[in-house]
């Protein structure tokens, strides 16, 4: 069911070029690209395509917005001081 679509091509322009679906609903780890709603609303019921595939957890993952730069850094920060707080026990 979810490789239905997988050979349809739309332009891509994040990338500047055609693609097929099948790239669109795996790029994120093997789940979809946060844009696919914007991107293949016009091509297929895409909508629908998501409820019936990913679980509630799974659709958060697809659509929580990206992390930003400082909060990626924070969170590195976050770990390394944790490793290092374990390394002196
Ligand atoms: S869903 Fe993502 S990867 Fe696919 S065309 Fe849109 S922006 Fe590009």
Redesign the pocket.
Known sequence: MKKKYDKRE??????GHF?P?H??RT?KEGL?????L???FEMIPIQQFIAENYSKEEQHSIFEPPKSRIDTIVEIVGKVEKDKDGKQD
């Open positions: 739309g332009y891509c322009r994040m990338l693609l679906f790239y669109c790029m979809p690209c946060g844009k696919i914007d991107c293949w």
